[in-house]
């Protein structure tokens, strides 16, 4: 009897043009075995495990064919194809020794009559990786073939392995211009020259702020790369129609690795195949989604993708023990009209808010030099992913001081840190960019109704830092600490004058418990309540969250200011004169917006300050939520009486 085969028998199983499976098979003695597996996950996931089969028997081949057809229930498989793949798996496995070396002479003159070969199958695909080697397609219907660590690379046609003959996909979303490919590498004179070029490329066609022109550049290089990285942020403009977020994904977008571009109507499926397809940039326009939560699954892809090795998972429609494995790693950039009401995924996002431009150089219609200059810098990005992909570190960025920015925006954008690290400028360029963003995220985060509790639990306690949690007033009963402040107290709160409307005792304990803080029924003196217990860890972990940090600059005098003083209070009021308006985060901008409106009329409802806002380009929810907070916070005393007086 002979030992276990050397040589294992794989056919991919193809459908609609890419491979869904393998099917393999060997011979051990005198006996064959076949089973069925997903090349896709690594290691590959057996879908059949190892089955015996008789190649001869007409019996074997019936049952392999129902097995193979249960599990395979895709519509561009029928069962004739099926058989197809049995009947090939059969004949090759007939013609084996049991050692593993091929047939005889005569079976093998059998198996090539005439001098043709036995046929291979076709399988079209846009991206290989093969014996260390990266195979992608590129424009014109090739492929280019390149080897992480080497110099050169080829221009091929087709490739061709032992088991099958690769070709580059026909694809409509090439041919229509829904995905952007490179032609060919270029020479570039140093990663520095290219960010340079890709920035002002940029600059030429769309404005926006130098921060936020640098950022851009600096991601187009990361999408090149982006495999090599363990998460990735997303690059987002928000804005009314109007304002240019259409230029900015035509521009940016387009210099991107494989840019997939697609409709704002895009449900996830689409997506899930463009992901797998074509390995690229995801470009969404009007991504905004009707329910922007975590519930709507575009949503829960965006969540995922920021992250390797974390696939979405559902069950197939017909066999619910069958899983699903569905890709949603990979690069993305979207416009959207307002924010998302999922707050992770806004933590996902860099993000700039697009004005009408005022410049006159930049072109209403794109010229055609736009679009050859786009090709040039696509193919010199292509000779930059050629040479820099192996030097990628992953964790590059670990031993970076990013001062007080918060994990999850660490974790989303220390990828940057891999390219830049060693260029002069652009780590502290980033680091100010940070900084700018964490504090827009925690002033979107104070925009909530978790903020306003949070603004008006800090408020009652006198708490203005993190710095003075500790100077809460406690109260010692046995072995725990309280604060003697109740539910109840921080619903009147806010609830006076109109704060947050109609708020219960019971909706904001619910809220203070998510929030990590819990209330026990104890006395305090002469009074019983539930009070909250006082939980010094969670206080510091809010005040970071929801408050401002109070950073101390010099003013044009020479004496120290608070930042946060200044930019919250006096933004609004308009006490220190002229404004600098692009100065100003987007929630001091719709801050001095509504004071401006509210004081030029005197008396106003609210419902028609939230029209005019709108008009003006800010979402709705995020003036509502502003009103209310700011509110609570005691930012727009003046303006209280007369929303009030209007409501």
Request: charged residues 30%.
């Amino acid at each position: 009897m002979g030992g276990k085969s050397k040589e294992k028998i794989r056919i991919p199983v193809i459908a609609d043009g890419e491979p869904v499976a393998t099917l393999e098979g060997w011979k051990e003695g005198d006996k064959c075995f076949w089973q069925l597996i997903d090349p896709v996950l690594q290691p590959p996931r057996v879908i059949i495990p190892k089955t015996s089969i008789n190649p001869t028997s007409v019996h074997s081949r019936r049952e392999m064919v129902r097995m193979l057809h249960k599990e395979l229930e895709i519509d561009e498989l029928n069962k004739n194809e099926v058989e197809r793949y049995v009947d090939e798996l059969r004949a090759r496995l007939i013609e084996l020794k049991g050692d593993g070396n091929t047939g005889s002479g005569k079976n093998k003159a059998k198996g090539q009559k005439n001098g043709e070969e036995d046929k291979k199958p076709t399988i079209k695909t846009t991206y290989l990786e093969l014996d260390g080697s990266i195979i992608e397609q590129i424009s014109g219907g090739r492929f280019i073939k390149w080897t992480p660590g080497k110099e050169g690379y080829e221009i091929l046609n087709k490739v061709e392995t032992e088991d099958a003959i690769y070709l580059p996909a026909n694809s409509e979303e090439e041919e229509y211009g829904a995905v952007l490919l490179p032609e060919k590498p270029e020479e570039y004179e140093s990663i520095e020259q290219l960010v340079e070029e890709i920035r002002q490329f940029i600059h030429r066609y769309v404005d926006v702020s130098s921060t936020f022109l640098t950022i851009s550049a600096w991601y187009v290089l990361l999408t090149w790369v982006y495999e090599r990285m363990n998460t990735l942020p997303y690059l987002r403009v928000i804005g009314d129609w109007g304002v240019g977020k259409s230029r900015y994904l035509d521009t940016v977008g387009g210099l991107c690795y494989r840019a997939t571009i697609a409709a704002g109507a895009i449900t996830p499926a689409p997506i899930y195949r463009l992901i797998r397809k074509w390995h690229g940039t995801l470009i969404l326009e009007e991504a905004d989604r009707r329910k922007s939560d975590e519930t709507d699954e575009v949503v829960t892809i965006l969540n995922c993708g920021f992250e390797k090795r974390r696939p979405v998972l559902r069950c197939t429609k017909d066999n619910p023990d069958e899983l699903q494995v569905l890709p949603t790693f990979s690069p993305k950039i979207f416009a959207t009209r307002g924010r998302f009401q999922d707050v992770a995924l806004e933590s996902r996002c860099l993000t700039e808010v697009m004005r009408e431009t005022d410049r006159e150089d930049i072109p209403v219609q794109l010229p055609s030099e736009f679009y050859e200059e786009q090709k040039r810098l696509r193919n010199k990005l292509l000779m930059f992913r050629i040479r820099n992909f192996h030097k990628i570190d992953p964790d590059a960025g670990a031993d970076l001081d990013l001062g007080d920015v918060e994990p999850r925006l660490k974790q989303a954008t220390v990828c940057f840190a891999a390219l830049f690290k060693n260029i002069d400028g652009a780590y502290g360029e980033f680091k100010n960019f940070l900084k700018k963003l964490q504090r827009e995220i925690v002033e979107e985060r104070a925009n909530t109704v978790e903020g306003a509790v949070v603004s008006a639990l800090f408020a009652l306690t006198h708490v203005t830092d993190v710095t003075n949690v500790t100077n809460v007033t406690r109260h010692k009963i046995g072995n725990r600490e309280y604060i003697k402040l109740t539910s109840k107290e921080i619903s009147e709160y806010l609830n006076s004058d109109g704060i947050l409307k109609d708020i219960k005792p019971q909706r904001v304990g619910q809220i203070l418990k998510t929030l990590g803080l819990h209330t026990e029924p104890v006395r305090i003196g002469d009074d019983v309540g539930r009070y909250i217990v006082y939980d010094e860890r969670a206080l510091k972990s809010l005040a970071r969250r929801y408050l401002l940090k109070q950073d101390k600059n010099e003013d044009e005098n020479g004496e120290k200011t608070d930042v946060t003083s200044v930019t919250a209070v006096t933004c609004v009021t308009g006490d220190r004169g002229e404004i600098d308006e692009s100065q100003l985060t987007e929630a001091h901008r719709l801050n001095l917006a509504v004071y401006r409106y509210v004081k030029e009329r005197g008396e106003v409802k609210r419902s028609e300050v939230i029209e005019a806002m709108r008009k003006r380009g800010f979402d709705p929810e995020s003036v509502k939520l502003a009103l209310q907070v700011q509110l609570a916070a005691g930012w727009l005393v003046e303006m209280k009486g007369m929303l009030l007086a209007g409501r």
